[in-house]
């Protein structure tokens, strides 16, 4: 089987050459430097002369507050590229899967797991063009699987956990937000997820949306407390407070706690605790700084 790789470079791209390195399916990595995902020609040219069988789009534009003053780039980069690979991918009669968001919740109040089904109401311009990329897949007829995360983070590029990593062994004193309550995602799991379901062909039949994040739940002020914890960084002193204390151009969502039960119910696979799997990255980055 032939598998592309878009966004390669990224976060959950990084992972997945690591989950594939062993991998007897021919994974093609690619990114923005070998492939633009906004030129339809180029992705058709690539998906036929290749034979790609399954796409993997972890390509993204996912700079939340940049999104807003440009909003025409992040949706040529979240819903007509994704479009592109769509059809690119349906005239091989291959399948996509397409990495999306929570942050295509938020502007309705609610306090219980967002379920697949639940009316898409973002508060801003990056969930909304995550929003439009989902509807260009099911409007192409693709067969597709979307996987909506959240709070990635990995031993790659810049990310949550390795700010505050850095901050909390510096500053005296932090303030983080506990207003807004979601799930740390490692983005090696997601990766190993979508590597498994490639490996034991798992996507015909099992088409559609699936919400996938490690388990549990916290503000970020407490994944902050906890990667603190962990590092052993125990002299800045840490203090929750409300998001208008750190004013944004966008809105983020206050709860967006992803249901898991029809991944797992689909996949039967266990979804490991965002603080077994926080411990585990932040063990891999000490031994890469050694």
């Not at 902050?224 to 002299?235: E, F, L, Q, V």
Request: one cysteine or more.
């Amino acid at each position: 089987m032939n598998i592309l790789v878009t966004g390669a470079n990224g976060q959950l791209g990084m992972c997945l050459r690591n989950s594939a390195s062993q991998s007897t399916d021919n994974y093609i990595f690619t990114d923005v430097d070998s492939l633009d995902i906004t030129d339809a020609e180029a992705v058709t040219a690539l998906v036929k002369s290749n034979k790609i069988d399954v796409i993997v789009n972890c390509a993204a534009y996912t700079n939340v507050d940049k999104a807003e003053d440009d909003a025409e780039f992040a949706e040529l980069l979240n819903a007509t590229a994704v479009r592109n690979l769509a059809d690119a991918i349906k005239s091989n009669g291959g399948t996509l899967i397409q990495i999306s968001t929570d942050y295509v919740f938020g502007k309705e109040p609610y306090n219980v797991p967002c379920r697949e089904d639940q009316k898409g109401t973002p508060t801003g311009v990056y969930g909304l063009t995550k929003l439009h990329g989902e509807q260009q897949i099911a409007a192409s007829g693709v067969k597709a699987l979307i996987f909506r995360t959240a709070w990635l983070y990995s031993e790659y590029g810049r990310n949550f956990v390795k700010t505050m990593l850095d901050l909390t062994s510096t500053k005296p004193q932090l303030k983080v937000v506990f207003d807004q309550a979601g799930t740390p995602t490692y983005a090696q799991d997601l990766a190993d997820v979508i590597y498994h379901i490639i490996s034991n062909r798992l996507m015909d039949g099992n088409e559609g949306i699936y919400h996938y994040s490690n388990e549990g739940v916290c503000s970020w002020f407490d994944f902050t407390k906890t990667i603190a914890a962990i590092a052993g960084n125990n002299s800045c002193d840490i203090q929750p407070c409300h998001s208008d204390e750190f004013p944004s151009k966008v809105i983020r969502p206050s709860y967006s706690v992803l249901d898991k039960t029809k991944f797992k119910e689909t996949f039967r696979l266990t979804v490991p605790y965002w603080t077994d799997s926080l411990e585990t990255c932040i063990k891999n980055l000490k031994k890469e700084s050694k």
